[in-house]
């Protein structure tokens, strides 16, 4: 069973979760990415909220993750809600991008996103990140729209 219950919705920068989207402009400053928010193709946020194991187990932890796919860029902020996100960007050339659901881990924890294997704009050494998706269509767009531009680079 799933230990996130995820939610995704499509949205651009605007409308994303203030930290999130702060934490985003201050990494396209920072590694002076170009214009992300003019050629973005899909932006998106998912609320992911931990599953209770108790009466007693006080209130749920929510990770909100926000992404923006361009024509070149992948960038993405996550963290606890309420807390500074820690965000990453990756060239699409730089990357490749698996589903979630037919890697060898999900064998061993159920759940729904994407694997990002590759070079990240902060590290000169490759590493993976997963980016945890709802069933929404917004989350099946945004994963339909990375592979398909990811795969023309």
């Excluded at 989207?21 to 201050?26: F, M, P, V």
């Excluded at 009466?55 to 909100?64: D, P, Q, R, W, Y």
């Excluded at 159920?110 to 269509?137: C, H, K, Q, V």
Aim: charged content about 25%.
């Amino acid at each position: 069973m799933a230990e996130y219950l995820r939610a995704t919705r499509e949205c651009d920068l605007d409308n994303m979760n203030p930290l999130l989207a702060t934490a985003i402009q201050r990494h396209i400053e920072t590694y002076q990415l170009g214009d992300i928010v003019g050629t973005a193709l899909v932006g998106i946020e998912t609320a992911s909220t931990k599953k209770k194991k108790g009466f007693l187990s006080g209130k749920a932890e929510v990770i909100l993750t926000g992404a923006v796919l361009t024509p070149q860029w992948l960038i993405w902020a996550a963290g606890k809600e309420g807390e500074a996100p820690a965000v990453m960007s990756a060239k699409l050339s730089n990357i490749q991008i698996q589903d979630y659901e037919k890697s060898e881990m999900h064998k061993l924890i159920e759940d729904s996103g994407l694997n990002i294997m590759g070079l990240r704009t902060d590290s000169p050494t490759p590493g993976s990140a997963f980016i945890g998706l709802g069933p929404e269509l917004a989350a099946q767009k945004f994963r339909r729209l990375l592979k398909e531009t990811a795969v023309l680079r």
